[in-house]
Nanobody
Framework: VQLQAFGGGLVQAGGSLRLSCAAS????????MGWFRQAPGKERVFLAS????????YYADSVKGRFTISRDNAKNTVYLQMNSLKPEDTGVYYC???????????????WGQGTQVTVSS
């Protein structure tokens, strides 16, 4: 599975962005998809994940109520709608795929190249 994340950019605090992650290559089928963020000098942290069917989602406390993960399997695309953005949301955002369920970055099998999100105060 090859993943490509896009949609990042510069936004003011309180604003919104929608990230997309397009999958290609091997079948997208059966993979749980996740989004992670990595701030400069910090570890990659889990933000949200969604099951293959889309019926199960899970969010980190830091983004719960502000971010929404969704997927369109017909388009092999996963989305992360980000609202009420804060300066601390700044970082490189990565999408990833895993069989099963996981929140640790090391447990994910495939990764996209990342897209930069910068939230100005």
């Amino acid at each position: 599975v090859q993943l490509q994340a896009f949609g990042g950019g510069l936004v003011q605090a309180g604003g919104s962005l929608r990230l997309s992650c397009a999958a290609s290559g091997r079948s997208f089928s059966g993979y749980r998809m996740g989004w992670f963020r990595q701030a400069p000098g910090k570890e990659r942290v889990f933000l949200a994940s969604i099951s293959w069917s889309g019926g199960s989602t899970y969010y980190a406390d830091s983004v719960k109520g502000r971010f929404t993960i969704s997927r369109d399997n017909a388009k092999n695309t996963v989305y992360l709608q980000m609202n009420s953005l804060k300066p601390e949301d700044t970082g490189v955002y990565y999408c990833a795929a895993v069989r099963g369920w996981a929140v640790r970055a090391n447990d994910y099998d495939y990764w996209g190249q990342g897209t930069q999100v910068t939230v100005s105060s």
